[in-house]
């Protein structure tokens, strides 16, 4: 967890909520990893298997959003 939390905010551990540090960073990886670095070890992943499987199953970051009010361009390839 501590490993995984430098490579997310370029800061030592403990950073207790690594989106203030990194926005980027969705809310389930920043769960993942908080379970990851439970005080109580009954609250931390049991094995390894069971970190990877949710770490896999997590998106990392959250997807870039984009205003809706863009404006869209065509260009006519065929007037050349």
Partial sequence: GATMAYLLTKQLPPPLHVRHINSNVSLEMEHCLSQSM???PANRFQNALEM???FQE???F???SFPSNIP???RDIRKR
Avoid: G
Wanted: with cysteine; hydrophobic share 20%; charged share 20%.
């Fill in 38 to 40: 439970a005080t109580l």
């Fill in 62 to 64: 959250e997807p870039p």
């Fill in 72 to 74: 869209t361009f065509r």
């Fill in 58 to 60: 997590t998106p990392c």
């Fill in 52 to 54: 990877k499987n949710s």
